[in-house]
């Protein structure tokens, strides 16, 4: 039988102060100035300045990371993909808590991959941990391969969610789970930021509605949603229907 356990991730590691959303997201808007048609360094890391928020996404997501893992079981022999990986840190917990498992890790930005590497060096060297550069849309992964895939921080950067969800369905074997985590949505806390974030920003700005009909429209059922509203962090687990 396999064994099943829950992370007490608060015991992990010494925890960061929380931080607030509006420290990532350019929420003051000057009047005369447009959004730029880049994407931001949240969406798609490069260059010095992204190996910096990288460094730094490491350290600010952690809590966040630590409360949302908490709404899913991890077994010790998962395979797991993290979507949207960043610098690795998440990478690095979930191989953790499967240590007879495999962690893939992908990111779309070719500085996250490299960081990612930098921070698993030791895993993968073990074989234990693989890095790969590729889009939510087009996981380079065969059908049916994880028991459990991860995105923390990143889905209302996808462009195309619906598209992404759709792809993570594929690769995810029969019963298995689908977490998002993020610490930004659209709910009592940031609600009145919504507008001004759409309009400024590329980000996906949904509600727990929003949320719950994509994990839906994807094929997931048991969809099971938590937010802490104080903090105005939300995760939301979907199975992958047998
Ligand atoms: C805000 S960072 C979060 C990184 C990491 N998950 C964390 O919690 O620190 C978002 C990450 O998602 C990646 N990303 C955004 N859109 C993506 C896409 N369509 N496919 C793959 N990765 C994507 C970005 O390159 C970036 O590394």
Sequence with gaps: MESERRIDWTRAQ?????????????????????RSSQPSQCQKPRGWIGRFVLRSMNR?????????????????????????????VTVAKLAMAAPHGKVYGIDHSEASVAAARETNRSLIAQGRVTI???SVSALPYPDS???????????????????????ICRVL??????????????????????DRIRKFTSMAVLDVAQHR????????TDIRVTEDVPAGWLSVVGTKSR
């Excluded at 610490?183 to 009145?192: C, H, L, Q, S, V």
């Excluded at 009909?213 to 997931?220: I, Q, V």
């Design 60 to 88: 600010r997501h952690a809590r966040v990371t630590q409360w949302g893992l908490q709404h899913v079981t991890i077994r010790e022999n998962d395979t797991i993909l993290d979507v949207g990986c960043g610098g690795g």
């Design 132 to 134: 790969d550069q590729a």
């Design 145 to 167: 391969l994880f028991d459990l895939v991860t995105a923390v921080e990143t889905h209302f950067w996808w462009g195309d969610i619906a598209a992404g969800m759709h792809e």
């Design 173 to 194: 074997k029969a019963g298995g789970r689908l977490i998002l985590i993020a610490e930004f949505y659209n709910g009592p806390k940031y609600a009145k930021y919504a």
């Design 14 to 34: 010494s925890l960061p102060r929380r931080y607030d959303a509006r420290d990532i997201v350019p929420i003051i808007t000057i009047p005369g100035i447009k």
């Design 213 to 220: 009909a994509l994990f839906g429209e994807a094929g997931f």
